[in-house]
């Protein structure tokens, strides 16, 4: 009997977990099973359930006219894997084989061997003429009608075109960003981030090991440069994990404070800081109880990461909005917590990678409201367009901007400046020649 391809062994088992106990694939894709697999095997096992995942709504369309009782979600899954590759190019032979032989080899699925096999063969037929007139898949009905009700159902159809558009891979540079983007063949944008339609094998780019470069989305690389020139400021990167931003403000030439609960993700941190060459001082603990005085501090919120969905098509399956009010209450005594640790006049970025206004625009409008004196700065960095101002003053990011260029991660983003005495800000300062 041929071997199964274990990478589709795995994806059914990656699927099972999104959508069967809510996990995300990030937390997924650990345990023994997964540690066993060859590298290209779990590259291979996690493109395809990003790809199934992305186009699920599709998979369900083609599959249910065949399916008259609904089969159980691993079964399902089996079949959403099938319809996806035979729908995209797999060879059909070889998908329908696998995908019979996994069902075949579990107990309590075996029975449904022949429904699998008649099923895809019929879809390995028809399939991919029905695909092509699918429509762009939605996203879930938990998501879909806060973000209608904030942005509108045509911005949200083009939201959902960009998360199956999927994203490019963004370098943001240690140095010239020009000069990179001419190192590794990408295109240098309007902010400063360089872009690379394909990804490939990340390590294997140019500049890799001498830390020339990291990977951060267009979107996430502007809360840093929103605080301007912060050379020799002491800057508090508050939710800081995996880093990008700390490297940032590092590089930038900041005195740079990482502070993250998780000891985990701070060893990222730390990978990071070191492939770099840049320097940090890195802190474990909980943002609320953090204490220090600081010229500017980066407040990267934990957040719904709706933004997020391009690069993390599992999302909207594995969640159901849940924690999300938990969140904002987080996020609004991260905000409190962060001022009291500026000093008079310092500044503070709020961001969050998400779509949800809750998390955003109303967090901003809450904190001036409950801060007297405190004020919004207009956010300015290279590359901002004006149709990205939200009318309270922050930033709105979202993943069908750029869309001729691929696209970006949805984010908020504001600058908060505290009342009080100058500090030294750039701009701020008096003329020294004067
Ligand atoms: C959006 S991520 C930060 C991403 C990071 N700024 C970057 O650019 O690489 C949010 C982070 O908040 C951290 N976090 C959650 N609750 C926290 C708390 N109470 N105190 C400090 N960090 C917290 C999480 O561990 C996570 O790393």
């Known amino acids: 009997m041929p071997t199964i391809s274990s990478a589709r062994v795995q994806c059914v088992a990656l699927l099972g977990q999104v959508l069967g106990q809510g996990r995300l694939l990030s937390e997924a894709m650990s345990g023994p099973a997964w540690q066993a697999l060859s590298a290209p095997d779990r590259a291979a096992a996690q493109r395809m359930a990003q790809e199934v995942l992305r186009n699920l709504e599709r998979c369900d369309r083609l599959l249910k006219p065949h399916l008259r009782k609904g089969p159980p979600l691993f079964v399902r899954n089996v079949l959403r894997l099938g319809a996806w590759e035979l729908c995209t190019g797999g060879a059909a032979h070889g998908v329908v084989n696998d995908c019979v032989q996994i069902v075949a080899q579990d107990r309590k699925a075996q029975s449904m061997k022949g429904l699998v096999n008649a099923v895809l063969r019929k879809l390995s037929a028809d399939g991919p003429a029905q695909w092509a007139k699918l429509r762009v898949p939605r996203l879930p009905r938990w998501l879909r ?159 719904s990461a709706t933004g997020t969905i391009r690069r993390h098509p599992d999302l909207p399956h594995a969640k159901q909005g849940e924690g999300i009010s938990e969140l904002i209450g987080l996020q609004e005594r991260m905000i409190d917590h962060a001022l009291s640790l500026l000093a008079p006049g310092g500044r503070l970025v709020f961001c969050t990678c998400s779509l949800i206004p809750d998390e955003g625009e109303c967090q901003i409008e809450a904190a001036l409201a409950r801060h007297e004196g405190l004020e919004l700065l207009q956010a300015e960095a290279p590359g901002v367009e004006a149709g990205w101002r939200a009318p309270e003053g922050g930033l709105r990011l979202r993943p069908d901007f750029w869309a001729e260029r691929g696209g970006m991660d949805g984010f908020y983003m504001a600058v908060l400046r505290k009342p009080g005495g100058s500090a030294p800000f750039q701009g701020d300062l008096p003329d020294p020649t004067g």
């Open 145 to 303: 009608e806060p973000l209608v009700a904030a942005w509108g159902g045509k911005a949200v159809a083009a939201m959902e075109a960009a998360h199956l558009a999927g994203a490019p891979l963004d370098l943001t540079a240690k140095g010239d960003p020009a000069a990179l983007a001419q190192a590794v063949g990408g295109v240098l944008l309007p902010s400063g981030s360089v872009r690379l339609a394909e990804a490939g094998q990340v390590s294997a780019l140019p500049g890799y090991e001498a830390g020339d470069w990291w990977v951060q989305d267009a979107a996430a690389a502007l809360p840093a440069r929103l605080l301007g020139d912060v050379a020799g400021l002491r800057v508090l990167d508050m939710c800081a994990a995996p880093g990008g931003k700390t490297m940032q403000l590092a590089a930038a030439g900041a005195q740079v404070t990482a502070l993250d609960l998780s000891e985990a993700r701070l060893a990222r941190v730390a990978e990071n800081l070191a492939r770099t060459g840049l320097r940090a001082e890195i802190v474990a603990g909980d943002a609320l109880e953090h204490q220090g005085t600081y010229d500017a501090v980066l407040l990267d919120a934990p957040c």
